[in-house]
């Protein structure tokens, strides 16, 4: 693949920008298709196709929480993790005001206002992940090492 095949999203800016080496995954997007479609498409284990979810707490706080594709986030062990009565997942118009990006193609990378970054703590173990590069259809395959680096998350254990 060529650079000038990779569509120059702010993600895309932001990792180049952070000197972060990450390879474009480029993938037939299918709308309600998930982390599943991505997995399939690209051939790798949906486990490390990392999910960017955009959730805010009882007062309306946000944050970006990562997950495992193939696991769900227990926002009720969040809630108790983070110290907050309840957290809720953002409606899409809500997730793309604060980050910039339409749901699908949400990259907690180059966020139009900084927001709080949680991370499902085994990510950090994977030899590799794939997560959203700022569009839909394109994942960024990188080292965990460089997403902490660069977004310095918080760890938690809150998967299902």
Do not use: W
Not at 70 to 79: F, P, Q, R, Y
Not at 111 to 124: D, F, G, H, N, S
């Amino acid at each position: 693949m060529t650079n000038d095949k990779i569509p120059t999203t702010t993600a895309v800016l932001a990792l180049r920008r952070e000197g972060v080496a990450f390879i474009p995954r480029l993938y037939r997007y299918e709308e309600h298709g998930g982390t599943a479609v991505a997995a399939r498409e690209l051939g790798v284990e949906e486990h490390r196709v990392i999910k960017t979810l955009v959730m805010e707490d009882d007062v309306g706080k946000p944050f970006i929480i990562l997950m495992h594709g193939d696991k769900e986030v227990s926002t009720k062990n969040l809630a108790r993790i983070l110290g907050v009565k309840s957290v809720k997942p953002c409606d899409p118009k809500t997730v793309e005001r604060h980050t910039g990006y339409r749901v699908g193609g949400t990259s907690p990378f180059g966020t139009r206002k900084p927001l709080p970054v949680y991370m499902e703590e085994t990510i950090a173990g994977l030899p590799r992940i794939y997560i959203n590069a700022g569009g839909r259809g394109i994942l960024a395959e990188m080292s965990p090492a460089d997403l902490i680096r660069v977004l310095k998350p918080g760890l938690v254990q809150a998967a299902i």
